[in-house]
């Protein structure tokens, strides 16, 4: 592998990890309006210091320099020189979208645009400049020790803290038996490839610089003649004599970039003290914490929890081990049952008929397990896309002026990896709908006898083989009343018309519909829950509303585990094998004559309860020749999709079956009303309807019809 490729590797992991990070400093950022909480600190600390240390590694100096200022906050915080106030969290989560617009600028090679950093720079001085009461200094200190109070689960807005109690540092513990901590003897022997990763030992030493006082010695016992000597290689190490009473944490954390591949020893330096002066005892009576310890695998410092990727999609997956494993073991299950088969090639005697059918079945079980456990390392927790919202429902709500507590559940809940990136903007847009149409002002709710503080829940859990998404708020409910009369007063449906409460909510998913009075930046315009419909039916799903007025709505939305491969229903028409999504099918009846009708002479109606369902005749619209023209000689499968409901007129239903989607359009060419093909085991190629494309081209080929005949 070339230098170059090197480079853009560990460019690549710089960037990811620095996304990791931002997302850490966010989610922790939003937990501390609940109460200060050292360990939430430190973890924004660490984040901030290893993002910094990182981009200054690689020469991205703009983030370097504005999340030192920001570092340097986030010090006084932790150390307790510094009450945490609402205004200081403000400036750092808009901090933290200026060290994410930097970092996505540099990842894309573009140049860094210092406008707006250069105005929160001035923020961040701002608030370093001011004073803080001794008095606050020392109320968030005592908070800051002891564990903060339980949140009941039910105010919970993020998933339960696991507030752990303050360590000691190394330092404190042998500065009481010995004498004031006074500096540090690090010896530091890196690995050779230390060059390699891009990592510059100066850089290092002028941060701890930083600290204090710093003095530099070189080992170069290791160094090969001039002959033997590689240049991208490291030979050396150093001993490092750091002077002032620093934190072990803060002297750890500045070796973060290279611990993990290097050798650091770290040996504090302790001043001498009445009670050690007395007593002649060896420094090997000190506690074991205060002894000398390798750090060869960085387990001196906690390392910030793992969050969401948030630099947007990406061609890479992490994938566990425990998936990897299994997959190498059903590999070596088929090369054995390969083998097993392999020999009836050679040689066929009819009494090996059993041994034959009992080596296909094995394959059948293989080929299926195999395919589950490719499908598995696809799946991504729901969670990654969740994580978005803390931060958005927090913004939203301070510029609507609402109180709204958020609750998150099933993110641990996994689906494809397409899906996820694909489903992420029309839930922002439920959200978003949901803060500024559903949930009411504080003073609002009160008048309606509610909590002035609404709930926004989001929901992910498994139904069947389809992941179901609740988006549920406690708000002011859906007002059919308005709905029906705006959509009366646009022309989208008759003035005597009779809809059903399903109906009247639907219409919200129509193109360019509204009932906000006012136009704002928020929602009004018209634009967002048709693109929300029209994207989840384009992955294979569909959404249901329910709402009671003055209680809240709830929106689900049904969508496949993966794209990849479909759970369908077989359908026969004629000699044609179709295959329809379970997901769009709402049942299948057997029609008689008293429950068909017509309008105009046209349109074929089938009377499903209380509803009239338009009939589409798929030989018809694909021109085949079906087994019988009768609808009572077939049966009807019911349809639903973009809210409508059909029924189709087949000849039989076969067996039910998962199958993998080819593309036609990639095949052939994209036809009207098909949304791929499968090969089914005898070879026979099956097309899979695309429902909501289907349902389209027969409303546009009746309208059409219908205009011809006026």
């Given at each position: 592998m070339s230098i170059d490729s090197e480079m853009e590797e560990i460019l690549s992991l710089f960037f990811e990890e620095s996304f990791e990070g931002l997302d850490t400093m966010e989610s922790g950022l939003?937990?501390?309006?609940?109460?200060?909480?050292?360990?939430?600190?430190?973890?924004?600390?660490?984040?901030?210091?290893?993002?910094?240390?990182?981009?200054?590694?690689?020469?991205?100096?703009?983030?370097?320099?504005?999340?030192?200022?920001?570092?340097?906050?986030?010090?006084?915080?932790?150390?307790?020189?510094?009450?945490?106030?609402?205004?200081?969290?403000?400036?750092?989560?808009?901090?933290?979208d200026v060290i994410r617009e930097m970092t996505q600028s540099a990842q894309a090679k573009q140049p860094i645009v210092m406008t707006g950093p250069n105005a929160l720079s001035g923020e961040l001085a701002r608030i370093l400049a001011q004073r803080v009461a001794p008095s606050a200094v020392a109320d968030m200190s005592a908070a800051a020790s002891e564990a903060p109070p339980a949140v009941p689960a039910a105010q919970s807005t993020v998933a339960p803290r696991i507030v752990q109690p303050v360590k000691r540092d190394i330092a404190a513990v042998a500065a009481a038996l010995t004498g004031p901590l006074e500096g540090w003897r690090i010896v530091f022997a890196p690995d050779v490839s230390l060059f390699k990763t891009c990592n510059d030992p100066m850089r290092i030493f002028d941060e701890l610089a930083n600290l204090g006082p710093l003095e530099v010695t070189a080992n170069v016992d290791d160094v090969p003649n001039m002959s033997d000597l590689e240049p991208t290689q490291c030979f050396l190490s150093w001993t490092l004599l750091l002077r002032g009473a620093v934190e072990h944490a803060r002297v750890a954390e500045v070796f973060d970039w290279v611990d993990a591949s290097s050798k650091i020893t770290y040996e504090p330096i302790y001043g001498v003290s009445s009670s050690s002066a007395a007593t002649d005892g060896p420094a090997a009576d000190l506690p074991q914490s205060a002894a000398p310890r390798s750090a060869g695998a960085s387990d001196l410092h906690a390392a910030p929890p793992s969050a969401a990727k948030s630099g947007g999609e990406s061609g890479s997956l992490r994938v566990a081990t425990e998936k990897v494993d299994a997959l190498i073991n059903l590999v070596g299950e088929l090369v054995i049952t390969q083998s097993m088969l392999g020999r009836f090639a050679e040689k066929y005697e009819p009494e090996d008929i059993e041994a034959l059918r009992r080596s296909l079945a094995q394959l059948t079980r293989n080929t299926r397990e195999l395919q589950e456990s490719v499908m598995q390392i696809r799946m991504l927790p729901i969670g990654f896309s969740f994580n978005r919202f803390p931060r958005l429902v927090h913004d939203l709500s301070r510029k609507l002026g609402k109180k709204v507590e958020l609750k998150l559940s099933g993110e641990n809940t996994e689906l494809d990896k397409t899906v996820l990136e694909k489903i992420g903007d029309p839930l922002v847009h439920l959200v978003r709908n949901a803060l500024d149409h559903g949930l009411e002002a504080p003073a609002q709710r009160v008048a309606a006898g509610k909590s002035e503080t609404g709930t926004l829940e989001l929901n992910a859990?498994?139904?069947?083989?389809?992941?179901?998404?609740?988006?549920?708020?406690?708000?002011?409910?859906?007002?059919?009343?308005?709905?029906?009369?705006?959509?009366?007063?646009?022309?989208?449906?008759?003035?005597?018309?009779?809809?059903?409460?399903?109906?009247?909510?639907?219409?919200?998913?129509?193109?360019?519909?509204?009932?906000?009075?006012?136009?704002s930046d928020v929602s009004g315009r018209g634009v967002g829950m048709d693109v929300v419909r029209r994207n989840i039916n384009d992955l294979g799903g569909h959404v249901q509303i329910f709402s009671v007025q003055g209680q809240g709505s709830t929106i689900r939305i049904r969508l496949p585990l993966t794209l990849?491969?479909?759970?369908?229903?077989?359908?026969?028409?004629?000699?044609?094998?179709?295959?329809?999504?379970?997901?769009?099918?709402?049942?299948?009846?057997?029609?008689?004559?008293?429950?068909?009708?017509?309008?105009?002479?046209?349109?074929?109606?089938?009377?499903?309860?209380?509803?009239?369902?338009?009939?589409?005749?798929?030989?018809?619209?694909?021109?085949?020749?079906?087994?019988?023209?009768?609808?009572?000689?077939?049966?009807?499968?019911?349809?639903?999709?973009?809210?409508?409901?059909?029924?189709?007129?087949?000849?039989?239903?076969?067996?039910?079956?998962?199958?993998?989607?080819?593309?036609?359009?990639?095949?052939?060419?994209?036809?009207?009303?098909?949304?791929?093909?499968?090969?089914?085991?005898?070879?026979?190629?099956?097309?899979?309807?695309?429902?909501?494309?289907?349902?389209?081209?027969?409303?546009?080929?009746?309208?059409?019809?219908?205009?011809?005949?006026?």
């Amino acid at each position: 592998m070339s230098i170059d490729s090197e480079m853009e590797e560990i460019l690549s992991l710089f960037f990811e990890e620095s996304f990791e990070g931002l997302d850490t400093m966010e989610s922790g950022l939003l937990t501390l309006e609940d109460g200060a909480d050292r360990e939430t600190i430190n973890n924004i600390f660490r984040a901030a210091h290893s993002i910094k240390g990182g981009a200054g590694t690689f020469g991205f100096m703009e983030i370097s320099e504005f999340t030192h200022s920001v570092e340097t906050l986030l010090d006084e915080m932790r150390n307790g020189a510094r009450a945490i106030t609402a205004d200081a969290l403000q400036v750092l989560l808009q901090s933290v979208d200026v060290i994410r617009e930097m970092t996505q600028s540099a990842q894309a090679k573009q140049p860094i645009v210092m406008t707006g950093p250069n105005a929160l720079s001035g923020e961040l001085a701002r608030i370093l400049a001011q004073r803080v009461a001794p008095s606050a200094v020392a109320d968030m200190s005592a908070a800051a020790s002891e564990a903060p109070p339980a949140v009941p689960a039910a105010q919970s807005t993020v998933a339960p803290r696991i507030v752990q109690p303050v360590k000691r540092d190394i330092a404190a513990v042998a500065a009481a038996l010995t004498g004031p901590l006074e500096g540090w003897r690090i010896v530091f022997a890196p690995d050779v490839s230390l060059f390699k990763t891009c990592n510059d030992p100066m850089r290092i030493f002028d941060e701890l610089a930083n600290l204090g006082p710093l003095e530099v010695t070189a080992n170069v016992d290791d160094v090969p003649n001039m002959s033997d000597l590689e240049p991208t290689q490291c030979f050396l190490s150093w001993t490092l004599l750091l002077r002032g009473a620093v934190e072990h944490a803060r002297v750890a954390e500045v070796f973060d970039w290279v611990d993990a591949s290097s050798k650091i020893t770290y040996e504090p330096i302790y001043g001498v003290s009445s009670s050690s002066a007395a007593t002649d005892g060896p420094a090997a009576d000190l506690p074991q914490s205060a002894a000398p310890r390798s750090a060869g695998a960085s387990d001196l410092h906690a390392a910030p929890p793992s969050a969401a990727k948030s630099g947007g999609e990406s061609g890479s997956l992490r994938v566990a081990t425990e998936k990897v494993d299994a997959l190498i073991n059903l590999v070596g299950e088929l090369v054995i049952t390969q083998s097993m088969l392999g020999r009836f090639a050679e040689k066929y005697e009819p009494e090996d008929i059993e041994a034959l059918r009992r080596s296909l079945a094995q394959l059948t079980r293989n080929t299926r397990e195999l395919q589950e456990s490719v499908m598995q390392i696809r799946m991504l927790p729901i969670g990654f896309s969740f994580n978005r919202f803390p931060r958005l429902v927090h913004d939203l709500s301070r510029k609507l002026g609402k109180k709204v507590e958020l609750k998150l559940s099933g993110e641990n809940t996994e689906l494809d990896k397409t899906v996820l990136e694909k489903i992420g903007d029309p839930l922002v847009h439920l959200v978003r709908n949901a803060l500024d149409h559903g949930l009411e002002a504080p003073a609002q709710r009160v008048a309606a006898g509610k909590s002035e503080t609404g709930t926004l829940e989001l929901n992910a859990f498994h139904e069947g083989g389809s992941i179901i998404i609740e988006v549920k708020d406690d708000g002011a409910g859906l007002n059919k009343e308005r709905i029906l009369a705006k959509a009366r007063e646009r022309g989208l449906v008759d003035s005597d018309a009779m809809l059903s409460d399903e109906h009247i909510y639907n219409l919200i998913f129509v193109a360019g519909f509204s009932t906000a009075d006012t136009v704002s930046d928020v929602s009004g315009r018209g634009v967002g829950m048709d693109v929300v419909r029209r994207n989840i039916n384009d992955l294979g799903g569909h959404v249901q509303i329910f709402s009671v007025q003055g209680q809240g709505s709830t929106i689900r939305i049904r969508l496949p585990l993966t794209l990849a491969i479909l759970e369908g229903q077989v359908l026969r028409v004629g000699k044609e094998i179709y295959v329809a999504s379970l997901v769009s099918i709402i049942e299948t009846v057997q029609s008689t004559r008293d429950n068909l009708s017509c309008v105009a002479g046209r349109t074929e109606l089938f009377k499903h309860r209380a509803d009239y369902l338009p009939i589409i005749r798929l030989h018809e619209l694909f021109g085949i020749e079906p087994d019988s023209r009768e609808i009572s000689d077939g049966l009807l499968v019911v349809l639903e999709a973009d809210g409508r409901r059909v029924a189709m007129l087949v000849d039989e239903l076969l067996a039910q079956q998962q199958v993998v989607i080819k593309s036609l359009e990639t095949n052939f060419k994209q036809v009207p009303g098909l949304a791929g093909a499968t090969i089914h085991g005898d070879g026979t190629v099956a097309l899979i309807l695309d429902v909501p494309g289907l349902i389209r081209t027969f409303l546009e080929r009746q309208s059409t019809q219908m205009g011809r005949a006026a």
